[in-house]
């Protein structure tokens, strides 16, 4: 049993995705779209958090949101998986329930 | 068709600054004539929302605090409260406001519907859960 968690503001304005990272349980999966991307960035205040949570919870950025903003992979964290509307599909379908932080 | 199931209702707005607050106890009182089984959760800015002495009076808006009470007659009994959102904010469960609901199964007795809940446990009602739905 696991969840997707969505999240779509960013860390630097908005502590959505602290409070999900801090709800999250092992074997979850977060997917940063929209002005959320920003969390995916490297070197940030939040980098800590997230790099923190990525041994036991995936962490993904939606790439088109990504590259709209201009965060191409070289300026993101490593622990950071790209998908695309597919991807964001086969993670929708793969876990249990999905949880919006809005 | 009868199968219930665990609706859980995030709330983590403050309730006067945006809508969300008001339009999650809209679709909640809505929702419960579906008989699921429905929670509902307050944490971070959204535990403001059940606190005392909400007064709207001088910005023109409804008071909606008092609805909250309502929700036991609708069978939505648990708001589960995160304790470190409380704390983080200088509150404790002292400021929240009294909700309570009558117990069927148990001779109507009242019971609080409020259950203040760690973090930890909070994490794991909502993993508990087949619909999440946030506001």
Redesign the interface.
């Given at each position: 049993?696991s969840?997707l968690h969505t999240v779509n503001k960013s860390p630097f304005g908005n502590?959505?995705l602290l409070?999900c990272i801090?709800?999250?349980?092992p074997g979850d999966a977060v997917l940063l779209i929209e002005d959320g991307v920003y969390g995916a960035l490297a070197g940030s205040v939040v980098e800590h958090a997230v790099i923190t949570c990525a041994p036991s919870v995936s962490i993904y950025v939606l790439e088109g949101d990504a590259e709209a903003r201009g965060i191409g992979p070289a300026k993101r964290l490593p622990d950071v998986q790209s998908v695309g509307y597919d991807g964001f599909v086969d993670l929708v379908a793969t876990h249990d329930?999905?949880?919006?932080?809005? | 068709m009868s199968e219930t199931k665990k609706f859980l209702y995030v709330n983590r707005k403050a309730p006067y600054g945006t809508i969300y607050a008001l339009e999650s106890l809209e679709v909640v009182l809505i929702g419960a004539a579906f008989e699921q089984d429905v929670s509902m959760a307050f944490l971070d800015d959204g535990v403001f929302q059940l606190t005392k002495g909400q007064n709207t009076e001088a910005i023109g808006v409804k008071n909606f605090s008092p609805t909250f009470r309502a929700l036991g007659d609708y069978e939505v009994t648990k708001l589960y409260v995160e304790m470190e959102s409380l704390e983080e904010r200088g509150l404790g469960p002292d400021d929240l406001q009294e909700i309570t609901y009558e117990d069927e199964d148990d001779d109507w007795e009242e019971k609080p519907s409020i259950r203040i809940v760690s973090r930890t446990e909070m994490a794991d009602i909502m993993a508990d859960q087949d619909v999440v739905l946030s506001f």
């Open positions: 049993m969840t502590g959505a409070s801090n709800h999250c349980k329930r999905t949880q919006a932080w809005l | -």
